[in-house]
């Protein structure tokens, strides 16, 4: 496999205020924290459905997108923006809530399935499977049957500071991507302590 090239960060999450907060909408947390720490703005793009953000880190321009097509119609929107673009699947970052990590576990992963998320699901018919993932963890509340209050609830104090905090570790690790490689960045994320942020990402 050729080692990926960062060219698009897309965060999952559903439009809306009242969503804005909820554990589901922590890839827009991170593509958020990306745009205020990199002095990006995000401009409505009808063509993608969604919002897009331009960024640079260092001599590397990255795309953000937010979709705004509802969690899981996340395809919808990524799809165009691929093609517009030119970018392969394997050169896209795809930000998700993770329910099978503890709060604010962080981990990077190469392709793979889409574990039932419904967001995944939806790239998954529209890219295929070989993009890469930031798994946020979110943690998971005991049952199947909480799952879907639990996701589109906010998490208590604690633990969102837990998630942004995490956010800001998957936050530094995307230069080491872009500068080196993709396993040097896991390698960061995954086993360094905690590094000193690149900027705290805004409060929703």
Same mark, same amino acid.
């Given at each position: 496999?050729? @080692? &990926? ?7 999952? +999450?559903? %439009? +809306?205020? @009242? ?5 589901? $909408?922590? +890839?827009? /947390? ?8 990199? =002095? ?13 953000? =331009? ?8 795309? #953000?997108?937010?979709p705004?097509?509802?969690? $899981? ?7 165009? *923006? ?10 896209? *970052?795809?930000?998700?809530? @993770? ?7 962080? !981990? ?11 967001? #995944? ?11 890469? =993932? *930031? ?8 049952? !199947?049957? &909480?799952?879907?209050?639990?996701v589109?609830? =906010? ?19 995307v230069?080491? /991507?872009?500068? &080196?490689? #993709?396993? !040097?960045?896991? &390698? ?13 990402? %805004?409060?929703?």
């Amino acid at each position: 496999m050729s @080692e &990926q090239r960062l060219r698009a960060i897309v965060g999952l +999450g559903n %439009p +809306g205020a @009242e969503y804005e907060r909820t554990r589901h $909408n922590t +890839g827009f /947390w991170f593509v958020d924290a990306l745009a205020s720490a990199y =002095r990006g703005s995000f401009r409505s793009e009808p063509k993608f459905k969604g919002e897009v953000a =331009r960024i640079r880190i260092g001599n590397d321009e990255v795309l #953000l997108l937010k979709p705004m097509t509802f969690m $899981n119609k996340s395809g919808e929107a990524i799809q165009p *923006l691929a093609a517009f673009y030119k970018i392969a699947p394997g050169d896209i *970052l795809v930000a998700h809530d @993770e329910l099978d990590l503890p709060v604010g576990t962080m !981990k990077l992963k190469r392709a793979g399935g889409h574990g039932g998320h419904n967001g #995944l699901r939806s790239v998954h018919q529209h890219l295929g499977e070989e993009y890469l =993932r *930031l798994r946020i963890g979110i943690g998971h509340p005991g049952t !199947k049957d &909480q799952v879907l209050g639990y996701v589109l609830g =906010r998490p208590n104090s604690a633990d969102d500071k837990l998630i942004r905090d995490g956010l800001i570790d998957a936050m530094n690790a995307v230069p080491v /991507w872009l500068d &080196q490689t #993709l396993e !040097k960045a896991m &390698q960061k994320l995954h086993s360094a302590p905690p590094a000193a942020p690149v900027s705290k990402p %805004p409060s929703n």
